[in-house]
């Protein structure tokens, strides 16, 4: 790991690997909350699996969890780098013709996102320590999906929701496309298919998250 975060390039690699691992991850925890709206057992069923399976929880979990803390720190890093590396600002700053506002303001997108992982993790992750290993309940199935919709039913938090959910799709937009392109996986003739995936894959993501939130909102 440290001859692979030693440079510029590994750096850049490294990030690369830890976006494409939290991209799957996201296609995961979304067809998950997904089950909410079509059925109250199944998501209960499936929460119950994720919840107490100790390969999910031991393993898993924190694979996961390192793989989160690794590409946001390894983010700032590439950011503070690449801002030293240039440190007198063009007086003409043409980027804007050769880049889009989002590759330019990941750190943005990326910080707003990581305030939403925050009110994330204390509206569930917290919540299942609190419930499971610090008052001691035993494992109660039918719970899961009334605590979800709870969640949902205060319109700030909604509204929270759906502007993280706004940022993490410009943030998807462009970081999809670089990760594969940081892997050195540029073709002629597979990177217009890298491009379409990643652009439909930072709207559907996002979008049926948004999805979740209102629909449990408005069933309140």
Do not use: C
């Amino acid at each position: 790991m440290a001859g692979l975060t030693s440079s510029t390039i590994g750096r850049k690699y490294a990030m690369a690997l830890s976006a494409m691992f939290l991209l799957i991850f996201l296609i995961i925890h979304l067809a998950v909350n997904l089950l909410s709206v079509i059925s109250q057992d199944a998501y209960n069923g499936a929460s119950e699996f994720m919840g107490y399976n100790p390969l999910v929880q031991f393993l898993m979990q924190p694979i996961l969890g390192f793989a989160v803390i690794f590409h946001f720190i390894m983010g700032f890093v590439l950011e503070i780098k690449n801002r030293n590396a240039r440190p007198i600002k063009y007086a003409v700053n043409g980027s804007s013709a050769n880049s889009t506002w989002m590759s330019r303001n990941m750190i943005i997108s990326g910080l707003v996102v990581l305030a939403f992982l925050g009110l994330h993790m204390y509206d569930f992750w917290w919540h299942e320590m609190d419930f499971k290993y610090i008052q001691g309940n035993t494992p109660d199935e039918a719970r899961f999906w009334p605590e979800l919709h709870a969640r949902f039913a205060n319109i700030g938090r909604v509204i929270f929701y759906v502007v993280a959910f706004i940022l993490l799709g410009l943030h998807l937009a462009h970081g999809f496309q670089s990760s594969f392109q940081s892997v050195g996986a540029r073709h002629p003739k597979y990177t217009p298919v890298i491009k379409a995936v990643g652009n439909w894959y930072s709207i559907l993501i996002p979008a049926g998250f948004i999805f979740i939130a209102v629909f449990h909102f408005l069933t309140q």
